[in-house]
C-alpha cells in the first residue's frame, strides 16, 4: 500500500502491470501505532529506555578503533572493482584469490529460494528512510541455519551483498526506475547467531537475540558509501538485478549453522537526503528513486519462506526492543574457510 496506509507491512506486493497505486511500495506505518509487535514500520516499541546500544558491548568485538578507513584495513584494495559489479553474479568463477586455498569460498543467497528470482514483488526500505521522514534505523534481519547447508562446517563470513528490486523497473510499463545511487550513512554493521531454535521464538527485545558467543562488529564506518547501479533494463521479467551492493567486513565473522540462525544487524543513521519518495504516477510518467532493496513480501504461516527469514526493527536507535516483520533483505553471504584467512 501507499506510505501511511493501513498495509500492515513495508513490503508490499507490485500490483498488476501499469498500476499506477504505489503496491510495490509497503509501508510502515505511522509513529505511535498501538502494534504489538507484528506490524507495519511505525512504532519502535520503544519503553524510554535509552541504554539499547549499551546492551552489546558484552559481546561486541568492538572494531572502532580503526574503522573510519572501511575496507582498506587489510589491503584489500580492490572496492572499486566491486562497485562496478563485483565481476557480480560471476565473480564465483573470477574471484580467485583464495591464495591457494583450493575451494575455499562459497557465496551463498538467504534466503534461498531468491537466489536467482526476484524477491515476490517485495522491497524493503531499509535504506530510504526519507519514505517515512526517519534520519535513523536499527533492524535484525534473521536468516534461518538451513539457509546454509552448504557450508561443511564453521567458516567466515568476510562479505556481505544486496541488490535493489526489481519491482520499479522494466518490464513495467510505467513506474518509477531505481536509478545509480552513492549514498553515505552513519553505518554500523554486526553479526551473530541467535539463541538455538525456530525464527518464531525470537524476542522483541534486540540483546536477547544474540547467541553464547554475544555479538561482533564487523564494520563501523561513518561515512559508509551505499553505491549501486540500479535497475537492468535489459533483464527479462523474474530475473533479478545483480549483488551490487557491498558490504565488505573489517572483522570477519566465524559462522556455525549448528549454533544458531544467522542475525544480520545494523545501526544506520542517513547524512544526506535522497528521493525516496513515491508520489502518484500518471500513465506512461517515470519517476527515479533511491535503493529500495530486493526482499521478498511478508510472509505469513504456510507459505514456503515462512520461518526461513524475519526482522527486528526500530527507529529508535537506542530502543531496547523492536516491531517483528516476517521478511528480510535477500542477501549474498561470502563464506571463507578459516584456514585460509
Request: a negative charge; aromatic letters at 8%; glycine letters at 12%.
Amino acid at each position: 500500500g501507499s506510505k501511511g496506509d493501513d498495509d500492515d507491512d513495508r513490503y508490499g506486493s507490485k500490483g498488476s502491470k501499469g498500476d499506477d497505486d504505489d503496491d510495490g511500495y509497503g509501508s510502515k506505518g505511522s509513529k505511535g501505532d498501538d502494534d504489538d509487535g507484528y506490524s507495519s514500520k511505525g512504532s519502535n516499541g520503544s519503553r524510554g529506555d535509552d541504554d539499547d546500544d549499551n546492551d552489546d558491548d558484552k559481546g561486541d568485538d568492538d572494531d572502532d578503533k580503526g574503522d573510519d578507513d572501511d575496507d582498506d584495513d587489510k589491503g584489500d584494495d580492490d572496492d572499486d572493482d566491486d562497485d562496478k559489479g563485483d565481476d557480480d553474479d560471476g565473480d564465483d568463477k573470477g574471484d580467485d584469490d583464495d591464495g591457494g586455498c583450493s575451494g575455499s569460498k562459497i557465496k551463498i543467497v538467504a534466503p534461498n529460494k531468491l537466489e536467482n528470482l526476484d524477491g515476490l514483488d517485495g522491497s524493503d526500505l531499509s535504506f530510504c528512510l526519507e519514505a517515512f521522514n526517519e534520519t535513523d534505523l536499527r533492524q535484525q534481519n534473521f536468516y534461518s541455519s538451513d539457509q546454509f547447508q552448504d557450508l561443511s562446517g564453521p567458516m567466515l563470513i568476510t562479505k556481505v551483498a544486496l541488490r535493489v528490486t526489481r519491482i520499479f523497473g522494466p518490464p513495467q510499463v510505467t513506474g518509477p526506475i531505481i536509478t545509480p545511487q552513492k549514498v553515505t550513512f552513519d553505518a554500523e554493521f554486526r553479526l551473530s547467531t541467535t539463541p538455538v531454535g525456530g525464527l518464531q521464538g525470537l524476542s522483541t527485545t534486540f540483546s536477547e537475540n544474540y547467541g553464547k558467543n554475544g555479538v561482533t562488529t564487523v564494520l563501523r564506518d561513518k561515512t559508509w558509501e551505499l553505491k549501486t547501479e540500479g535497475n537492468n533494463p535489459d533483464l527479462e521479467e523474474g530475473v533479478p538485478n545483480p549483488f551490487d551492493i557491498f558490504i565488505k567486513l573489517d572483522t570477519p565473522y566465524l559462522y556455525d549453522p549448528s549454533k544458531g540462525n544467522l542475525n544480520f544487524e545494523y545501526i544506520i543513521r542517513r547524512l544526506e537526503t535522497i528521493n525516496c519518495s513515491l508520489p502518484p504516477i500518471a500513465a506512461g510518467e517515470t519517476n527515479m528513486l533511491g535503493p529500495y532493496i530486493d526482499a521478498p513480501p511478508s510472509v505469513s504461516p504456510g507459505d514456503d519462506l515462512f520461518n526461513k527469514v524475519r526482522l527486528l526493527y526500530s527507529f529508535d536507535v537506542t530502543s531496547p526492543v523492536g516491531l517483528f516483520e516476517e521478511a528480510a533483505p535477500v542477501a549474498r553471504f561470502t563464506f571463507e574457510d578459516p584456514s585460509c584467512n
